[in-house]
């Protein structure tokens, strides 16, 4: 689903990426840590289509992201680390205009499904996005990736600055939507995070995955100890 070839990315002489191969399947949370200046944006960035590769490819559904950047927008769901959203218009109205930008009409009671499925409060629907909190936007930011129907769900940080309840539902919300065959790309900081929610854990330094580890064969201290080494 998810697929870099020898993805690299130099910006002059400095490689921000270096060759990486990787293959995130349809049901599968990848995640990526490293220290700030790894490459984990860049390679997000490199799916999102934001960014060119100076070698390899990167692709989606066997698309390549540089080849056909408007064709792997349907497939992909992106959750930055801050949402963007219209902070004048409501939850409500956030998720049923981007629901429209990706051609999905729905009636206001599924877009509060939606929303409800996302873990947002119904009181909140109909407040402006202003007074949200960070999680509270980044349900709806879910919440569109599934109205979307997106097969792919890349996050970059999402639970940084998130309270740990948040976080915690936050956790539940990506693996139910990988238990329904979404594949996602998590960059994040939180080991613990990773450990918990993670099938594969990769470990960046320097531009370079250093390290894939299956999550169920480790534990969090032992992650953290090999993180630590690695790093
Ligand atoms: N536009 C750019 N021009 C030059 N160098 C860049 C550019 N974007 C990223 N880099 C460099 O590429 C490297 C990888 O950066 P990247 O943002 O991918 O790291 P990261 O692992 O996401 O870090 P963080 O945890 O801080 O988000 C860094 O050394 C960064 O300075």
Redesign the pocket.
């Known amino acids: 689903m998810l697929e870099a070839k020898n993805l690299t990315?130099r910006?002059?002489s400095?490689t921000?990426?270096n060759k990486l191969n990787l293959s995130i399947q349809p049901g599968e949370i990848f995640a990526l840590l490293?220290?700030?200046?790894?490459?984990?944006?860049?390679?997000i960035?490199l799916f999102l289509g934001f960014i060119e590769p100076t070698e390899g490819s990167a692709s989606i559904n066997g698309i390549s992201v540089a080849e056909n950047p408007q064709e792997i927008k349907k497939y992909l769901a992106y959750i930055p680390e801050t949402v963007m959203l219209y902070p004048n218009l409501t939850g409500l109205e956030n998720l049923e205009y981007f629901s429209s930008l990706a051609g999905f009409d729905y009636s206001k009671k599924e877009l509060g499904g939606l929303l409800t499925t996302a873990g947002l409060q119904a009181q909140a629907f109909d407040q402006r996005l202003a007074g949200y909190s960070k999680g509270m936007r980044q349900k709806v930011g879910i919440a569109i990736a599934v109205a979307k129907k997106a097969k792919v769900l890349l996050l970059?940080?999402p639970t940084s600055g998130l309270d740990p309840k948040a976080s915690n539902e936050f956790s539940q919300i990506i693996q139910s939507l990988a238990a329904n065959g979404t594949a996602i790309l998590m960059?994040t900081?939180d080991i613990f995070r990773a450990k918990e929610v993670a099938s594969r854990i990769g470990i960046?330094k320097e531009?370079n995955l250093e390290s894939v580890i299956d999550a169920s064969m480790i534990s969090a201290n032992e992650l953290e100890s090999l993180y630590l080494k690695t790093v």
């Not at 490293?34 to 390679?43: P, V």
Request: proline residues 0%.
């Open positions: 990315k910006y002059g400095h921000a990426l490293g220290q700030n200046g790894a490459g984990k944006t860049t390679t960035n970059d940080e960059a900081h960046m531009g």
